[in-house]
């Protein structure tokens, strides 16, 4: 079995890991976004309700328009709360999202070096191998030569 192989796999893993969570992270973005928009679309709806029902309060004034009107603000408002917590609810699952996909990343990385790492060791110890075998050779080399041309080639 290649020493590297666990390595490897540890790295395939963080990786699948780092995946699903930078997926996760995209999907609460989204979310959030979502949930801020139809905030925001609340409370631009609010303001244009209070601005088209404040003329036409100038213009009749009746007490039963009023009420419905009145009602209605609350409810909306009521809503445009619920909105607020649901897109609070939303920001807090995103930054949780985004610490776990920063964490998956630093795991990958960290499984890098290390992986890094080992492989520039063994491709040392290949090479220190490497060396001594050329080494014995060419001393095996060496002493199987006369020994009068030893000399003559060393000089």
């Known amino acids: 079995m290649n020493p590297m192989q666990p390595l490897a796999t540890l790295l395939a893993h963080a990786e699948r890991e780092r995946d699903a969570a930078l997926g996760e992270l995209r999907r609460l973005e989204i979310e959030h976004r979502n949930a801020r928009d139809q905030g925001e679309q609340l409370q631009a709806y609010r303001r244009d309700y209070e601005r088209r029902w404040s003329s036409e309060f100038s213009r009749s004034g009746g007490i039963d328009i009023v009420h419905c009107y009145q009602g209605f603000i609350t409810r909306l408002g009521q809503a445009i709360e619920q909105q607020t917590r649901i897109t609070q609810h939303a920001a807090q699952r995103l930054a949780g999202a985004e610490t776990l996909w920063r ?3 630093l795991r990958v990385a960290s499984v890098r070096k290390l992986l890094d790492r080992r492989d520039l ?3 040392s110890v290949d090479n220190r191998r490497e060396q001594h075998r050329i080494d ?15 000399l003559s080639s060393a000089v």
């Open 103 to 105: 964490q998956r990343e």
């Open 121 to 123: 060791e063994q491709r």
């Open 136 to 150: 014995e050779q060419a001393a095996r080399l060496a002493w199987s030569r006369p020994p009068g041309s030893r």
